[in-house]
């Protein structure tokens, strides 16, 4: 199930807790469409101690082995483990940058994968069909910060999409034409919005993120934002 757009469509992804130009990413606004608050993934790998309940009993045995801890919650959660562990090479394995790889900081530069990061997803690589890094830094970017370069088969959507990273070449699509837009208002809406004092842009080329981390109540300033 690989991607079959050499470059992708604009993706959810993470920017740790920011939001950027036409897309939200978790947390903050900057105009534009929302995608969601951060996340690593569709299902929440919370505790079920019910094993698979509510799965078939196909699934029920390829989920056999799995710790309790680390099975999703929901039905479909659980049988789409339970088709990934049947096929593993058919799988499509996509993972946010900030906030899984690696951990949310005040400054988005600062930013780095976790020790063992790449070796984890290199082992993977060879076990699945296909890893992704679906992120809202630019692909290089990511791959620089995670020392992912040689992850084999490694594919990075940056930009929520608008670039793909595969065997150390990037593919870019143009920007869109309401960046433009949302970098010349921006200002004037976060002025007019009353935004709090450490409220900070960042200009990603395809996308202007406003970031709240710095503020006294960052949580307070994102909702703010959405209103």
């Known amino acids: 199930m690989k991607p079959a757009d050499p470059v992708g469509g604009p993706a959810d992804g993470g920017g ?13 606004s900057a105009g534009g469409d929302r995608t969601g608050s951060d996340r690593t993934g569709g299902d ?14 196909g699934d029920a045995a390829a989920l056999a082995g799995v710790p309790a801890a680390f099975l999703p919650r929901t039905a479909e959660g659980r049988a789409g483990l339970a088709a990934l562990l049947a096929g593993p090479q058919r799988a499509l394995i996509g993972l946010d940058f900030d906030g899984t790889l690696s951990p949310i900081v005040a400054d ?3 930013a780095r994968a976790q020790p063992g990061a790449a070796a984890a997803l290199g082992a993977l690589a060879r076990r699945v069909g296909t890893v992704a890094i679906i992120t809202g830094r630019p692909a290089a970017t990511a791959v620089e910060y995670g020392g992912l370069a040689d992850v084999p088969g490694l594919i990075v959507l940056g930009h929520y999409g608008f670039e793909r990273w595969s065997d150390g070449q990037v593919a870019v699509r143009p920007t869109p034409p309401g960046v433009v837009a949302a970098r010349e208002r921006l200002p004037g809406i976060l002025a007019s919005a009353g935004a709090p004092v450490g409220t900070w842009t960042e200009d990603k080329g395809h996308a202007v993120a406003v970031h709240t981390r710095r503020t006294a109540d960052p949580d307070a300033a994102d909702r703010k934002s959405v209103v």
């Open 108 to 110: 988005p530069r600062d």
């Open 44 to 57: 929440s790998a919370g505790g079920d101690s019910t094993g698979a309940g509510g799965s078939g009993p």
């Open 16 to 28: 740790g807790g920011d939001s950027a130009g036409g897309d939200r990413t978790g947390g903050d």
